[in-house]
């Protein structure tokens, strides 16, 4: 336990000095590595807990109880500013972070002044005095993450939906790993919720120890989340430049104004201009840059594509790069088909497989080996 507990607590500030040491750094950088920092003091004090050393020195006793109260919290931030250009949280935002100075300001009494002896005898439940308290705290860590777990996995779907109306790639603004955040943020709460109605209300002894499970799955979460949090590319550090550009749903449509006759000419204008110029080679294409090049707003031309090609506008300009890669490997067979993928606007392997696997329901090579001799 204590292996894992080192690596976890090492890892977690090791991540959070790399994020906060990485240059054009956003406001997500920064509340990832705030997180990873809360993950490492919070692992910490279950090492102190878990080595014995709070009969050494009891005054250690209770200082991070309430740090599980931080992950919810921090998720739901990371994931609201990841489609926000802002360089620091709003007032508001710390509202969030309520419940967590609530349980240390009913905390005091106990911090300053209880004897060392007090604390010892409250920690081994012979003084009950925060008996009450720990049900609640224990209470509100379910409640908080698995909550906090649900409202974000709605954001994710808003963010889904404002990276495909916007951007024609999506390796770099990843949206797996958010996904995989929520659940592994789901999976330790859930795990402690199993623990604790086990240990605390069916009385079972586990003949292990249980915290193992808890604070494992937090260990596998700082590995991967910092990893993956310390690769992502911010959605302003391209050729969109602000909030206003990005185009959400399609409730701007009705203030868009495109009248019927414009759209008709608009849209003739922009398939000429997809098949002459080939804007799509372009691998970091995004709708604001296509949309200056017709000379339309980002909104009108969300609703141009939606309406008449019935598609969002990654998959209206990957339609293209999945074409434009045909022609190439049946005209030019010396080069790889990654080779034709990267020439054709794509810019990961990943990405082209899934994309051309959705367009045509089988992978490049089966593909092509119906078609090209």
Same mark, same amino acid.
């Given at each position: 336990?204590s ?6 607590i ?7 000095v790399?994020?906060?040491s990485k ?10 590595a705030f ?6 003091i ?6 102190i ?9 009891p ?5 991070t ?6 992950y ?11 489609? &926000?250009?802002?360089? /620091?949280?709003?007032?508001? +935002?710390?509202?969030? !972070?309520?419940? @967590? #100075?609530l349980s ?10 209880y004897?060392?002896?007090?604390? &010892?005898?409250?920690d /081994?439940g012979?003084?009950? +005095?925060y008996g009450? !308290?720990?049900? @609640? #705290?224990?209470?509100?860590f379910?409640i908080?993450?698995l ?9 994710l779907?808003?963010? /889904?939906?404002?990276v495909?109306?916007?951007f024609?790639?999506d ?23 199993f623990?604790i ?6 009385g079972?002894v ?10 494992g ?7 991967f989340?910092?990893?993956?949090g310390?690769?992502?590319?911010d ?8 909030e206003?550009?990005?185009?959400n ?23 000429q201009?997809m098949?002459k110029e080939?804007p ?5 294409l995004?709708?604001s ?11 009108k031309?969300?609703?141009?594509i939606?309406?008449y090609?019935q598609?969002?506008?990654?998959d209206?300009?990957?339609?293209y ?24 606007g794509?810019?990961?392997k990943?990405s082209f ?9 089988e ?9 090209i001799?």
């Open positions: 336990m292996i894992i507990l080192n690596i976890g090492v890892l977690s500030f090791f991540l959070a790399l994020l906060f240059k054009d750094k956003h406001l997500t950088d920064n509340i990832l997180w990873l920092v809360t993950i490492g919070h692992l910490t004090g279950y090492y807990f878990h080595n014995g050393y709070w009969d050494k020195y005054h250690l006793i209770g200082v109880a309430p740090f599980p109260l931080f919810g919290p921090f998720l739901y931030l990371y994931l609201i500013y990841s489609t &926000r250009k802002r360089e /620091k949280l709003r007032s508001i +935002d710390y509202l969030h !972070f309520t419940p @967590i #100075l240390y300001l009913y905390m005091i009494p106990f911090f300053f002044f004897s060392a002896e007090e604390k &010892r005898m409250v /081994k012979k003084i009950d +005095d009450t !308290f720990s049900i @609640i #705290l224990l209470t509100a379910i908080s993450g909550t906090y777990s649900v409202i974000s996995y709605r954001k779907l808003q963010r /889904k939906k404002l495909f109306n916007n024609s790639y390796n770099r603004i990843s949206l797996n790993w958010l996904l995989y955040s929520i659940l592994g943020i789901g999976m330790v709460f859930l795990s402690a919720t623990v109605i086990l240990r605390e209300a069916v079972l586990f003949p292990f120890n249980a915290d193992i499970l808890f604070y799955l937090i260990v596998g979460f700082v590995v989340v910092g990893y993956s310390i690769r992502q590319e959605l302003f550090s391209n050729t969109v430049t602000s206003k550009e990005l185009v749903s399609e409730s701007t449509y009705k203030k868009s104004g495109l009248k019927p006759e414009t759209a008709l000419v608009k849209h003739k204008e922009l398939l201009l098949q080939k799509y080679l372009n691998p970091k995004t709708l840059e296509l949309s200056k090049i017709v000379n339309m707003s980002s909104n031309m969300s609703q141009l939606n309406q090609e598609v969002n506008f990654y209206f300009v990957n339609k790069r999945v074409e434009e890669f045909i022609t190439r490997a049946k005209s030019n067979k010396d080069f790889s088909l990654l080779a034709h993928a990267y020439d054709s794509f810019n990961s990943s497989n899934s994309i051309f696997k959705k367009l045509k329901g992978t490049p090579t089966q593909y092509l080996s119906k078609i001799e």
